[in-house]
């Protein structure tokens, strides 16, 4: 199964700033790629699909870029809500796998 | 807006059998857009999708459990739900259900997970 590292794994950004987490894959998910915002004692939020396309109701802070093996999600100007973990996930094959997260804290 | 609501016992014993519920609200299940999906998380580690079923009961698990896990549904109450037998200690993890979507682009279609319950811990203690 595809293997997926996210990196770093705890960012620490001051509200306001730019925030940019990475994703990697074992091998290439193409553009098949999804990326996820799980704050404490809620449900998880799918943030983007297909690498780069905002899920509905996703404030245009959020982008993602990439395709192959190497991803990246930025948040523009982090937001009191934004600091969270987050996950990216493959779907380009079965099973589908979940990288180990990415947590953003309050420098 | 749909909602999901995952229920069930908390612990188990070791070699029982882990069952699980998910009440799905504001929408139908019945609906050929959607997926009925589980997914865990041990302590500590990554994400594992288990499985998901299809409106038809059509079902796909994950090798990593395929011999031990049956996912079904009940339409008319809008349930669906997760056994898993033979637990163990590495089953303990905070399970989630989840819808997926089928998002299509660049001509395929795939399975994207759009709606998620907010998990409940069930721990395989004696």
């Known amino acids: 199964e595809i293997v997926m590292t996210q990196s770093p794994a705890t960012l620490s950004v001051s509200p306001g700033e730019r925030g940019t987490l990475s994703c990697r894959a074992s091998?290439?998910?193409?553009?098949?790629l999804a990326w996820y915002q799980k704050n404490p004692g809620q449900a998880p939020r799918l943030l983007i699909y297909g690498a780069s396309t905002r899920a509905t109701g996703i404030p245009a802070r959020f982008s993602g870029s990439g395709s192959g093996t190497e991803f990246t999600l930025t948040i523009s100007s982090l937001q009191s809500e934004d600091f969270a973990v987050y996950y990216c996930?493959?779907?380009?094959?079965?099973?589908?796998?979940f990288g180990q997260g990415t947590k953003v804290e309050i420098k | 807006q749909v909602q999901l609501q995952e229920s069930g016992p908390g612990l188990v014993k070791p070699s029982q059998t882990l069952s699980l519920t998910c009440t799905v609200s504001?929408?139908?299940?019945?609906?050929?857009?959607?997926?009925w999906s589980w997914i865990r998380q041990p302590a500590g580690q990554r994400l594992e999708w288990i499985g998901l079923i299809y409106a038809t009961g059509t079902t796909s698990y994950n090798p990593s459990v395929k011999s031990r896990v049956t996912i079904s549904l009940d339409t008319s109450r809008n349930l669906f739900f997760l056994n898993l037998t033979s637990v163990t200690a590495a089953d303990t993890a905070v399970y989630y259900c989840a819808r997926a979507t089928a998002y299509c682009y660049g001509g395929a279609c795939y399975k994207i997970y759009d709606h998620w319950g907010q998990g409940t811990l069930a721990t395989v203690s004696s």
């Open positions: 504001g929408d139908s299940m019945t609906s050929k857009s959607f997926y």
């Open positions: 091998q290439s998910v193409s553009s098949n």
């Open positions: 996930q493959q779907y380009d094959n079965w099973p589908q796998t």
